[in-house]
């Protein structure tokens, strides 16, 4: 097998799991801080709080995160594709299915893994706000330090980490290397 064809059975070949970026123990250090934050930022009165996992990137972050969120909130989730296959950079965003119905008058907190070219979390934004919610906030686990990243409006931030294509504690490579405890950067592979 030649190029950047996937190996049957196993992740693709061209590119190599390389250095941590976030390690496993700063990400269970930040969840507790974070969550705080979040309480925080719903206020004394939070309305009827929904969680808003992108899947499927942001699982492993959510399911971490609202183990330390105090208040009583609906964990709800949205499909969006926006890195096909093996695409290292983003190709646009793409809603899968419908939002959850009953975003009116509800905080909403929208919550991804990472936030690159901004793509993605602005579709959501938009298609949220047409729901008429009495907030929205968003929580990304990573920011890249781009310019179009900066752009995007986005209250809770776990890290800023270079503008490397990475993989680990819910983010893949063609579906691999979700499971990674820690953040890794991905280099190209030898050959
Ligand atoms: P954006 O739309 O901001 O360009 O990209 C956001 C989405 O693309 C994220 O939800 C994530 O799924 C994917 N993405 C962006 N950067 C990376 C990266 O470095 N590694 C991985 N695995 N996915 C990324
Ligand atoms: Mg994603």
Redesign the pocket.
Known sequence: MSGSAAQAGGPPADMRVDRVLVSAEQIAARMPVMAKEIAAGLGPAPKDPVLLA?MT?ALIFAADLIRHLPVPLRLELAT?S??PGTATS?QG?RLKGELPPDLEGRDVILV??????????RLLQASIREHAPASLRTCVLLR?LTES?KGVPCEHVGFDIPD????GYG???DGYYRNLPAVHAMVPARV
């Open positions: 992108v990137g969006v926006s890195y983003s965003a991804d893994d990472i936030l690159d070219s901004g793509r993605t979390l890249k990243a490397v294509f990475v993989v983010l893949d490579y």
